[in-house]
């Protein structure tokens, strides 16, 4: 029974392996089916693709052609720190000449196979085991509300991949790695900023930079490659802070945004005694970390000219100390209430 089963296996695999095999002159609605097309074809094969290079239109500079290739076509260059490294990468690459050409055909606006390279110089993987490969790993939609809750509920990348991988019966049946699941984390997060708060005012901070050469915006990231901290100025803050820049406040009682996120301004008057804005913050948090680059990123913004600060006693909070210390001229006194301080 059990080579039955087998046999009906290996048939419907080559059944499928004849129908995803690729011909010259086969014809895709975009670039993307093309892909999509020689991927499942990799899949059953046995073997991982990527794009490589890619041809654009001199006349409208739109994608005209793409070549898919196995991923262990051509070879890394030489890295000259190999030769002092005690363990180097070992090359995963044999010069595989496996591949798909695609080009547009632009009276019928279809992705045609121009050329297609089946052999490999290499061993190929066995079909059950394709799915661990790189361009067919995957998180399903079931995995993907699964993967969300535990980060809703705080449960590290490491526990949720272990819990994951005991419900599908071990990691090499999960379809996805770690580092896969940290991706799709990653790019929920990047979601969610894109129409966010924080996505908003990047967009609106790329533009006025593109408009105006003077506009100062600097953001700070986290090991995740995600956006953490927000500092920007325009050129009438940094024309005042030059000119009114040697008393200034810093206020982060603000919590008017929807993530309640503290919100940070640098302050000060002119000489009638109007208030100045000098600079503005959206921060994550209000810890060391932040408030030290926040303040180095505001001396940056503003030329490197420090606050003249007096006084020799800090009250209260013992978090901004030492980046105060780092960024002003001397050890201020500033009257902490509420999340204020005040360099008088």
């Not at 739109?62 to 720190?81: H, P, S, T, Y």
């Not at 993967?147 to 819990?163: M, P, Q, R, V, Y």
């Not at 090499?172 to 984390?185: A, I, M, P, S």
């Not at 982060?252 to 919100?263: L, S």
Request: charged share 30%.
């Amino acid at each position: 029974m059990e080579d039955d089963g087998r046999e009906e296996d290996v048939k419907e695999n080559e059944d499928l392996y004849k129908r995803y095999l690729p011909c010259v002159k086969m014809e895709f609605e975009s670039e993307q089916e093309a892909f999509d097309f020689y991927n499942e074809y990799a899949r059953i094969s046995g073997f991982c693709v990527r794009r490589h290079w890619r041809t654009l239109s001199k006349i409208d500079g739109i994608l005209i052609a793409r070549m898919f290739v196995c991923n262990k076509e051509g070879q890394k260059e030489k890295d000259k720190r190999s030769l002092v490294v005690e363990q180097p990468h070992k090359e995963t690459r044999s010069n595989c000449l496996a591949s798909m050409y695609v080009s547009l055909n632009r009276n019928t606006s279809k992705w045609v196979v121009k050329k297609f390279e089946e052999n490999h110089n290499h061993v190929l993987h066995l079909p059950e085991h394709s799915h661990l490969l790189k361009s067919h790993r995957m998180v399903s939609e079931a995995q993907a509300i699964n993967i969300d809750i535990a980060a809703d509920i705080g449960l590290s990348l490491k526990a949720s991949h272990d819990l994951l991988s005991a419900q599908a019966g071990g990691k090499e049946c999960l379809g996805f790695t770690r580092e896969d699941q940290k991706n799709y984390l990653r790019t929920r997060r990047q979601r969610s900023l894109k129409f966010g708060e924080s996505g908003a005012l990047l967009g609106y901070f790329r533009n006025q930079a593109a408009q105006n050469p003077y506009f100062y915006y600097a953001v700070q990231l986290d090991k995740e490659d995600m956006i953490t901290n927000i500092f920007w100025a325009d050129h009438e803050m940094i024309t005042d802070y030059a000119l009114f820049g040697d008393s200034i406040s810093f206020d982060t009682t603000f919590r008017t945004n929807k993530e309640y996120r503290p919100f940070a301004l640098f302050a000060g008057f002119n000489h009638f005694r109007m208030t100045c804005i000098f600079g503005a913050a959206l921060l994550y948090d209000e810890t060391v970390e932040s408030f030290e680059w926040l303040f180095k990123t505001f001396l940056h913004a503003m030329s490197g000219k420090k606050p003249i600060t007096k006084g020799k006693r800090m009250q209260d909070n013992g978090t901004l100390i030492e980046p105060l210390n780092q960024t002003t001229e001397h050890l201020l006194s500033p009257k902490y209430s509420r999340s204020i301080i005040r360099i008088d």
